[in-house]
Nanobody, 123 residues
Framework: QVQLVESGGGLVQAGGSLRLSCAASGRTFSNYGMGWFRQAPGKEREFVAAITWSGGTTDYADSVKGRFTISRDNAKNTVYLQMNSLKPEDTAVYYC????????????????WGQGTQVTVSS
């Protein structure tokens, strides 16, 4: 059984930084793409960033491009999301997800999800 566990969320002031981690376990993740999504209250879950197994290809939502960086350490089966220059509109529950194959922007393309970690950015 695949398990994804996010950590690193919290409360930060606008302009600050946080680094989220997503630890994966339960199988080998060769060829598995990883994605980060977020969901704010009353809004649909939205794509944030994604990365291929090799880490050679990344993708970002326009709203976070230039501020967020996704990376992975395959030796640790962990994916990271470095979030800089945070804005109040970044406030949401952040989820990591994985799928067998190329990472996608649509949440329904992903097979496994973590429980989420809350990020709150105060103005």
């Amino acid at each position: 059984q695949v398990q994804l566990v996010e950590s690193g969320g919290g409360l930060v002031q606008a302009g600050g930084s946080l680094r989220l981690s997503c630890a994966a376990s339960g199988r080998t993740f060769s060829n598995y793409g990883m994605g980060w999504f977020r969901q704010a209250p009353g809004k649909e879950r939205e794509f944030v960033a994604a990365i291929t197994w090799s880490g050679g290809t990344t993708d970002y939502a326009d709203s976070v491009k230039g501020r967020f960086t996704i990376s992975r350490d395959n030796a640790k089966n962990t994916v990271y999301l470095q979030m800089n220059s945070l804005k109040p509109e970044d406030t949401a529950v952040y989820y990591c997800a994985t799928r067998n194959g190329w990472p996608q922007r649509k949440s329904y393309e992903y097979d496994y999800w973590g429980q989420g970690t809350q990020v709150t950015v105060s103005s």
